[in-house]
């Protein structure tokens, strides 16, 4: 049972990292923002930079803890990886 468990979760986390595109920022997203929701919550969002930073800031007063450099470092990346669409 126990090891059902840990390979239902080892997989679900995969899914979503497997959503995420690679660059510099996806570890430190990964790292701070999936303690309470899955990282699933970003994919098939967008924002400008502003956007993200006003998310980011919602989820550090939520309880998100992380430093400056990571916190610019996952707006640097989401703002890239999920960017606005220009229309
Ligand atoms: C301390 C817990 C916690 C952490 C850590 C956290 N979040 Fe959240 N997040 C929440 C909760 C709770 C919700 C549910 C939405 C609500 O109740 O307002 C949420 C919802 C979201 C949503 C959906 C918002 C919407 O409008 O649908 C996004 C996007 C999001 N989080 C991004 C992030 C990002 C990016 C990080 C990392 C910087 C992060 N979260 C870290 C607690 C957290």
Same mark, same amino acid.
């Given at each position: 049972?126990?090891?059902?468990?840990?390979?239902?979760?080892?997989?679900?986390?995969?899914?979503?990292?497997?959503?995420?595109?690679?660059?510099?920022?996806?570890?430190?997203?990964?790292?701070?923002?999936?303690?309470?929701?899955?990282? =699933?919550?970003?994919?098939?969002?967008?924002?400008?930079?502003?956007?993200?930073?006003?998310?980011?800031?919602?989820?550090? =007063?939520?309880?998100?803890?992380?430093?400056?450099?990571?916190?610019?470092?996952?707006?640097?990346?989401?703002?890239?990886?999920?960017?606005?669409?220009?229309?």
């Amino acid at each position: 049972m126990k090891t059902f468990l840990a390979v239902l979760l080892l997989s679900s986390s995969a899914w979503a990292a497997d959503q995420l595109p690679d660059g510099p920022g996806k570890a430190t997203l990964i790292k701070v923002c999936t303690d309470c929701h899955g990282a =699933e919550v970003v994919t098939g969002m967008a924002h400008d930079r502003q956007g993200w930073k006003e998310i980011v800031d919602q989820m550090l =007063e939520k309880g998100a803890t992380a430093d400056e450099k990571q916190i610019k470092e996952i707006i640097d990346y989401l703002a890239k990886a999920f960017p606005k669409k220009s229309r």
